[in-house]
Structures are given as C-alpha cells and as structure tokens.
C-alpha cells in the first residue's frame, strides 16, 4: 500500500474512532439518565454497569478515545484492544438482534441509549476494525483473549445468582433471563455465547488479514 493510500486509511480510521466515541458517550448519557423502569435492558445510572452491553461499549469508547491519543502523540498503537472491542460490541449486536429481542418482542431493544449500544456503536467498531491496517498478519491468539471478556462477564453473573439467588423481577439478578430454563441450560447458554465472542474474533480477525493482504498486492 504506497504512503497515499496509507494516510487515507489511517484517516478513515481516526474519524471512525472519533464517531465511536461521540456515540458511546450520546448512548452513556442516554443510559445513566434513563427514568424509564419499563425501558428493555436499561437501568439508572451505575446499575447499568451489570449489563454486558454497557460495558462492552464503555470499554470500545474508552480504546477509541485512547486510540485517538496515540495517533495525536504519533505512537503505535496494539490492534489487540481493537479486537477485544469489536468483537465484544460485535456480540451484543448478534445476541439482541437473533436472540433477545425475538425472546423479548414487546420490548423495544433499539429505544434511546440502545440504539447506539446494541446498534450503532458495534457496528462502528466492527467497521472500524476491518479497515485498520497492519504490517503483519494478526496473531490467533488474539482472539482468544478476546474471547476472555464474555468468560469473564459469564463466570460473574453466574456467581452472582449461585450466591444471591436470582430473585423476582424487577430486582432479579438473572436480568438477561437466561436461567428461565434452568441452570444446565443458563450454562449452555454461556458457554455458546463466549464461543460467539471467539467467533466473531475470528470472523473480524480473518476478514482483516485479507483486506491487508489485498491492500499489499496493489
């Protein structure tokens, strides 16, 4: 790829990051001052921080906005977090659009802070991720430890129920409904749902390497 066609992709990216951060903090403001009680995956202020959403997207915020540092200081910056992002908003996306939103139709998922949490934001960051280039080919690796985030959100909400029960609604701790059926299949559930983290890595991680590589040939 000649120093042109370099500077353009790498200015693609930075907008990109900067719209990245623009909406995860429009979907924050959104989340943290939600008065709705009936509002679908949504809660008030720091209660917020138990849904993997919220906390996928903070988290893809956050690295955009370190990203945008980097290039403002002239540094390298690791394609590891952007990984760990895209591919964790990249989940949500996946998990409200095939599951929880058919499970749940009376309930509008796509409502004020969701729609930039559980629409917008991943597919800015999947986006983002599949233009971003790179001198070597992405280590499989890599999506292991992406898919480490949604084990370890899964580890602690299972906990959390094995120790505080799960509760009635509004204030049940099973807030997904994913024990509706039993632990045996909660955990089936948990344990699709860190190998569709582990997936889309390596869909994002594939899709990457090739574009790179066709980028090289030009």
């Given at each position: 790829m000649d120093k042109t066609a370099k500077n353009k992709t790498e200015m693609t990216e930075i907008v990109l990051n900067a719209c990245i951060v623009f909406f995860t903090g429009i979907g924050t403001y959104l989340m943290w001052t939600n008065s709705?009680?009936?509002a679908g995956l949504m809660s008030s202020g720091f209660a917020n921080l138990k849904y993997f959403t919220v906390l996928s997207n903070l988290f893809c915020g956050i690295v955009a906005l370190v990203r945008?540092?980097?290039?403002?200081?002239?540094k390298e910056f690791s394609i590891l977090p952007k990984l760990m992002a895209a591919s964790a908003t990249g989940l949500t996306f996946l998990i409200i659009a095939a599951f929880l939103q058919p499970l749940y139709?009376?309930?509008?998922?796509?409502?004020?802070?969701?729609?930039?949490?559980?629409?917008?934001?991943?597919?800015?960051?999947?986006?983002?991720?599949?233009?971003?280039?790179?001198?070597e080919k992405i280590p499989f690796k890599y999506t292991l430890y992406s898919?480490?985030?949604a084990l370890a959100y899964g580890t602690y909400y299972l906990v959390n129920i094995l120790i505080n029960g799960i509760g009635e609604w509004p204030e049940t701790n099973d807030w997904y409904g994913f024990l509706n059926w039993g632990f045996p299949v909660?955990?089936?559930?948990?344990?699709?749902?860190?190998?569709?983290d582990f997936g889309i890595a390596c869909l994002l991680r594939f899709l990457n390497n090739l574009i790179n590589k066709l980028r090289a040939k030009k």
């Open positions: 709705d009680s009936d945008l540092v980097f290039y403002a200081l002239s139709p009376d309930l509008n998922l796509y409502e004020r802070g969701n729609l930039y949490f559980h629409l917008i934001v991943p597919l800015f960051a999947m986006a983002e991720f599949l233009i971003i280039g790179t001198r898919a480490a985030l909660g955990i089936a559930i948990f344990a699709f749902v860190v190998l569709m």
